[in-house]
């Protein structure tokens, strides 16, 4: 798997709280079966770049069902060659505390 990508999606025409729109968006993730890791601010997917974006697009299309506007943040990651990088990432720095 070469990219890790963090995900935040919710609607801005749903009110206060989103967290019924976030959990449509992670179940996306989840069907996706590329490995996640669900965090407070946002979810991280690692995989291929293709397949990564393809979940991406999905999670929108999911929102878009029932949304007329709609906040999407995306960080990613690549590097080449490395797999694992999800809990690879954090136990190196957490070797090192």
């Known amino acids: 798997m070469s990219v890790i990508v963090e995900i935040s999606i919710f609607p801005l025409d749903k009110g206060e709280s ?3 729109y976030v959990a449509k968006a992670v179940k996306v993730i989840q069907d996706s079966g ?3 890791e669900l965090n ?3 979810t991280c997917v690692a995989g291929d ?3 990564v974006m393809a ?3 999905r999670c929108f299309k999911e929102l878009q069902k029932e949304s007329d506007r709609i906040y999407l943040t995306m960080k ?3 590097r080449k ?3 694992d990088r999800l809990e ?3 136990e190196s720095v957490r070797e090192k505390l």
Do not use: C
């Open 18 to 20: 989103v967290s019924r």
């Open 34 to 36: 590329l490995p996640y």
């Open 40 to 42: 407070p601010m946002g």
């Open 49 to 51: 770049w293709d397949e």
């Open 55 to 57: 979940m991406v697009d």
């Open 76 to 78: 990613a990651d690549y």
């Open 81 to 83: 060659g490395r797999s």
């Open 88 to 90: 690879g990432k954090v």
